[in-house]
């Protein structure tokens, strides 16, 4: 019986990781990782998870932002994993079947923000694009954009 409880308590926790799913489009895109969502209940200002994109001031963010762009007005779907700090929604955005969150860090347009995603996929995309110096791993410096608000 116990057995039962813990394999249950499991099975809860794992369907529960993705909390909940949008349909719509991306209405504008605020920079490499957030952007405003729009589903027909109204729209929603969505953080993508377990990446972090270059910040304004920072290299590679123009690249990073225009990657998004590209995806503007596009039939999308938002898997939320919860909400950030500041009350946007954190979430896996799907493109035709595709994570373009993945997408994102595969192409060298962001960091897998491993303090917040153990996502092993993530990591060997993020390997994979520095290993092929994609987007920015081209750059010579390569300030991670958490370590670059530190130094704000």
Do not use: C
């Amino acid at each position: 019986m116990k057995r039962f409880y813990i394999i249950s308590l499991f099975l809860i926790v794992s369907l529960g990781a993705f909390t909940q799913s949008y349909t719509g489009s991306i209405i504008r895109v605020i920079d490499g990782d957030t952007f405003v969502f729009q589903t027909e209940e109204g729209s929603l200002t969505v953080r993508m998870f377990g990446i972090d994109a270059p910040e304004r001031d920072q290299p590679y963010s123009k690249e990073s932002a225009d990657f998004m762009k590209q995806y503007l007005n596009k039939e999308a779907i938002i898997k939320s994993t919860g909400v950030d700090r500041y009350s946007r929604t954190l979430g896996v955005l799907y493109i035709e079947g595709k994570d373009i969150n993945m997408l994102s860090i595969k192409n060298g347009y962001a960091w897998h923000f491993k303090r917040y995603s153990s996502d092993q996929q993530y990591a060997a995309a993020e390997e994979y694009a520095r290993k092929n110096k994609s987007g920015l791993w081209k750059l010579g410096n390569h300030v991670p954009p958490w370590e670059w608000r530190q130094l704000k």
